[in-house]
């Protein structure tokens, strides 16, 4: 009967801790999307502002909290393609509020048919790609390398989409390897650890109060002066980064 009763009251308190993250992460979503979609007209760095600001008051209010290494690695000064493994939609939270540099992010493109978040996505300058479109996509490639040029970073999941279970997917090589055809680019690795313990790819369910751990690795310069890294060698660019990123969460 106790047991009973403890897990009744588990899935009480779980639903309630839930339903009380939704409703902030909904509201904050309005109100400061809203308020970036406005400043956008005037200021580009005001609404990267508001968007880190968004990342870490979701991150407050669902008590999460993220221990971060390799801060050494991140230069201000540069602009990188941020590859980073994807867990959960935390995993934009944690390198909104985290990560030192202004940045933009690839998503899919049914994100930005969303009523509300899809236009202020595309008023914060974040990039649509439609995988199944070559052309498509590789205009919205090029649109990000214009970015580059302009200090901005540019976040991709290489995995295509969330882990299930938290392990790291084999990478998908189409728009990461688009990029490194361009040349004259730095990739920065990234690994998160933990997120998918928030909230799990098919669940609504939020788990607060949870510990995440955020890794930057030494970023890998793309150069012309290297041409053996952008000549048919793009896979096996890819596969080093991927590795790097596997090393780092399974590094206790």
Sequence with gaps: MNKVLTTRSNTTVNFLSSLYCWTVISALTVILGILAVITSFFSANTSQSIAK????????????????TGSENLSPENSYIITSNHQSYFDIFVLLARLDISFRFIAKKSLFKIPFLGRSMKRLGYIPIDRENLRSALKSVKKSTELLKNKTSILIFPEGTRSPDGKLSS??????????????????????????????????????????????????????????????????IIKTIEEEIRAALEFK
């Design 171 to 236: 990478f998908k090589k189409g728009g990461l390897n688009m990029f490194l055809k361009q040349g004259n680019l730095a990739v920065l690795p990234v690994a998160i650890k933990g997120t998918v313990n928030i909230l799990r790819k098919n669940s609504l369910t939020i788990h607060p109060g949870q510990k995440v751990e955020l890794r930057i690795l030494k970023p890998i310069e793309i150069s012309e002066k290297n041409k053996g890294l952008t000549s048919g060698k793009e896979d096996s």
């Design 53 to 68: 600001l968004w990342g870490v008051l979701i991150l407050k209010a669902c008590s999460v909290k993220v221990d971060i």
